[in-house]
T-cell receptor, first 114, second 115 residues
Framework: KNQVEQSPQSLIILEGKNCTLQ??????????LRWYKQDTGRGPVSLTI?????NTKSNGRYTATLDADTKQSSLHITASQLSDSASYIC?????????????FGGGTRLMVKP | NAGVTQTPKFRVLKTGQSMTLLCAQD?????MYWYRQDPGMGLRLIHY???????AKGEVPDGYNVSRLKKQNFLLGLESAAPSQTSVYFC??????????????FGPGTRLLVL
């Protein structure tokens, strides 16, 4: 069964610090990998999308990397802000997947403290 | 544009009661989805629709029914609610499958508690 595992489950950092979130997946064949941000009480919002041929993608202070050989991705947050407090979800799409179905990781809950 | 909206935001049901969750999108998207999100678990697909009048089962369809009578609306029904259906339900929509960078847009969620 396709799986997406994220670590750590939760993380607390001080405002202004950097952090890196990890994602390992077993989805194969692989089409693309996305990172979503989910604020408490809200729906997920897309941050980045990478295909198998891309190994890095940035969106402001968020930088996602992908190693398709080892099936690992990371999300690096630079100069964290209080508004970065949220859950970050790694999502993988399989090739030839009917209905655009996605496999979601359990998320990393990030808390940024002043 | 309002994007994807869901009603209600919160609901409490007794075991055995029925209810319908409504999802609406104003982006003219072909595809719509219903997910449930439980603590510590990733979102799981309940049902989805690839166009008006069509529906298909996802990963966890048991106990739920759906209808897509209009392109902009996707309804999720619980005929006889069970405590195991206590969850947060998210609706999402996207233009179509096949595009590598296709993004699903999510609604704000409906929190359901079944007693």
């Amino acid at each position: 069964k396709n799986q997406v595992e994220q670590s750590p489950q939760s993380l607390i950092i001080l405002e202004g610090k950097n952090c890196t979130l990890q994602c390992n997946y077993t989805v194969s064949p692989f089409s693309n990998l996305r990172w979503y941000k989910q604020d408490t009480g809200r729906g997920p919002v897309s941050l980045t999308i990478m295909t198998f041929s891309e190994n890095t993608k940035s969106n402001g202070r968020y930088t996602a990397t992908l190693d398709a050989d080892t099936k690992q991705s990371s999300l690096h947050i630079t100069a964290s802000q209080l508004s970065d407090s949220a859950s970050y979800i790694c999502v993988v799409r399989e090739v030839f997947n009917a209905g655009n179905m996605l496999t979601f990781g359990g998320g990393t809950r990030l808390m940024v403290k002043p | 544009n309002a994007g994807v909206t869901q009603t209600p935001k919160f609901r409490v049901l007794k075991t055995g009661q029925s209810m319908t969750l409504l999802c609406a999108q104003d982006m003219n998207h072909e595809y719509m989805y219903w997910y449930r999100q439980d603590p510590g678990m990733g979102l799981r697909l309940i049902h989805y629709s690839v166009g008006e009048g069509t529906t298909a089962k996802g990963e966890v369809p048991d106990g739920y029914n759906v209808s897509r009578l209009k392109k902009q609306n996707f309804l999720l029904g619980l005929e006889s609610a069970a405590p195991s259906q206590t969850s947060v339900y998210f609706c999402a929509s996207s233009y179509r499958t096949g595009a590598v960078r296709e993004t699903q847009y999510f609604g704000p969620g409906t929190r359901l508690l079944v007693l």
